[in-house]
C-alpha cells in the first residue's frame, strides 16, 4: 500500500524547502565573506537604515528584504531577486548620502550630473551578495557590499584634485631621504592627525590647515591616483589603530588638531610649531601625495 495517495504540489514542496532552513541558512558565495563583514571595534562607522558606511575599511554595505506574501503561488522564486533589488537600492541611498566635504554631499554633487548618478547605479550592480538568509515563511534577506575606493571616488572626488608628476615628488622625495641618512635620521613615512574631541564628521575630502590658514593636506599635494585607489585619508576611532596602520608606514609624523576651522568646509587646524615641523620633511611631498594619512576620529 502506498504510504502516499496524493502528488506533492509545488506549494508544498516550497513549505517543506523552507523549514529545512528554519531559522536562517546562510549562503556565502565569496567563500569567507561574513568574516570579512566584521568589523574592528577600532573602525569608524556611520550607520544608516538600511547598511553602513566603514570609513576604516572603505565598505558600504546595505540589507534587502522581500517576502513571497501577497505574490500569485509560483512566484517564490522571484524573492531573491526582490531582495536583492530592495539591497541595491538601499545601498544607492547610501552612496548618495556620504559627504564629500562638510556642506555638500554626493547627491547634491551628481544632482545634475547623469554620468555620475549612472557610475553610482553601477556600483550598486557590482555590490557582492555576502550574506542571504531565508525563514521557514521563505522571506528573504540579502546583504550586499561594495567598496568606495575606485570608481565611486574616481566619481566624486572633487576635480582639483588632480594627477601630480611621479618624477618630480620621487626625485624630491629620495634626495631628501638621502640626506637623512646621511645625518643619521629616519625619514618621515606619512601623517596621522589626532582629531579626538573634535567632533569630526568624516568626509570624503578632509582637508588640514595651519593657523594661519595655508594648506597643509588638500588638493595641492594630493595625487588622484592614490585618492581614488585608497581614499584622500581612512579614519580610525583609536591612536593604537592609527599607529597600527600601514597606510602611514613605520615613522610617521603625529600632530594634534587643534580645532575645526571656521569656514564652511572645516578643516583641521594644526600648531605652528607642527607646520614648522612637516615643512621642514621635505619627504612630506612623497607621503602626502601618497594620501598616508590616518585622521583619528573620537570623542
Request: proline content about 3%; some cysteine; glycine content about 8%.
Amino acid at each position: 500500500m502506498a504510504i502516499y495517495s496524493n502528488p506533492m504540489t509545488a506549494k508544498t514542496r516550497h513549505r517543506l524547502w523552507g523549514i529545512l532552513f528554519i531559522g536562517f541558512l546562510l549562503w556565502s558565495p565569496n567563500g569567507g565573506a561574513t568574516a570579512q563583514e566584521a568589523s574592528n571595534n577600532n573602525d569608524c562607522i556611520t550607520v544608516f537604515e538600511n547598511g553602513k558606511l566603514n570609513w576604516s575599511t572603505g565598505q558600504v554595505s546595505a540589507v534587502g528584504k522581500a517576502s513571497p506574501r501577497g505574490n500569485r503561488e509560483g512566484a517564490n522564486e522571484s524573492v531573491p531577486g526582490s531582495a536583492r533589488a530592495d539591497a541595491s537600492r538601499n545601498i544607492i541611498d547610501i552612496l548618495r548620502q556620504i559627504k564629500i566635504k562638510n556642506t555638500v554631499t554626493v547627491d547634491q554633487y551628481a544632482a545634475q550630473n547623469d554620468i555620475i548618478l549612472a557610475g553610482i547605479e553601477k556600483t550598486a550592480r557590482d555590490a557582492v551578495i555576502t550574506e542571504q538568509y531565508y525563514s521557514s515563511a521563505l522571506d528573504v534577506e540579502i546583504r550586499i557590499k561594495t567598496s568606495i575606493y575606485g570608481g565611486f571616488l574616481q566619481l566624486v572626488l572633487p576635480d582639483d584634485i588632480r594627477q601630480i608628476s611621479r618624477i618630480n615628488t620621487e626625485i624630491t622625495a629620495a634626495t631628501a631621504q638621502e640626506q637623512k641618512k646621511q645625518m643619521g635620521e629616519i625619514p618621515y613615512t606619512g601623517l596621522i592627525i589626532d582629531a579626538r574631541g573634535l567632533e569630526l564628521e568624516p568626509i570624503l575630502y578632509p582637508t588640514i590647515v595651519s593657523e594661519q590658514g595655508n594648506d597643509i593636506y588638500s588638493s595641492l599635494f594630493i595625487s588622484r591616483e592614490f585618492a581614488v585607489q585608497y581614499g584622500v585619508c581612512t579614519y580610525v576611532c583609536s591612536m593604537d589603530a592609527a599607529l597600527r596602520g600601514e597606510r602611514i608606514g613605520s615613522h610617521p609624523l603625529v600632530f594634534k588638531g587643534l580645532r575645526k576651522s571656521g569656514n564652511e568646509n572645516a578643516s583641521i587646524v594644526i600648531s605652528l610649531a607642527d607646520t614648522k615641523l612637516i615643512e621642514k620633511a621635505t619627504e612630506r611631498h612623497l607621503f602626502l601625495k601618497e594620501c598616508r594619512v590616518i585622521i583619528v576620529k573620537g570623542p
